[in-house]
C-alpha cells in the first residue's frame, strides 16, 4: 500500500525558511519522479517542484530561486527546501510519485507576521 507521509509545516514569518520532508512507503521510491503541489486558500492546488529518479529538477516559476527539491532514496524521502518566504506562498502542501494516484494528507504552510 502506497504510503506518503508530509511533515515540516507551520507558522513562519515572511522571509523565513522552512524544509519539509515526504516519507514514502509501498513502492519502489528511487524509481519514481517525486513532485510536491500545493493548495492555498480558495484555490486549486499547483504544481510546485519535481525530482526525477536521476535527480533532475524543476520549479514553478513563482518558486525559483527560493525552494529547492531534494531526494534521499536511503532513507525513502523527498525533501522542499523553503526559503524567502511570502505570504502568498501560504497553503497546504503535498507530495506525490509521479505516476502514482495517490496522495498524503499534507503539511500546512502559514507565512504570516
Known amino acids: 500500500q502506497v504510503q506518503l507521509v508530509e511533515s515540516g509545516g507551520g507558522l513562519v514569518q515572511p522571509g523565513g525558511s522552512l524544509r519539509l520532508s515526504c516519507a514514502a512507503s509501498g513502492f519502489t521510491f528511487s524509481n519514481y519522479a517525486m513532485r510536491w503541489y500545493r493548495q492555498g486558500p480558495g484555490k486549486e492546488r499547483e504544481f510546485v517542484a519535481r525530482?526525477?529518479?536521476?535527480?533532475?529538477?524543476n520549479r514553478a516559476d513563482s518558486v525559483k530561486g527560493r525552494f529547492t527539491i531534494s531526494r534521499d532514496n536511503a532513507k525513502n524521502t523527498v525533501y522542499l527546501q523553503m526559503n524567502s518566504l511570502k505570504p502568498e506562498d501560504t497553503a497546504v502542501y503535498y507530495c506525490?510519485?509521479?505516476?502514482?494516484?495517490?496522495w498524503g494528507k499534507g503539511t500546512l504552510v502559514t507565512v504570516s507576521s
Open positions: 525530482i526525477s529518479s536521476l535527480g533532475n529538477i
Open positions: 506525490n510519485a509521479e505516476a502514482i494516484n495517490s
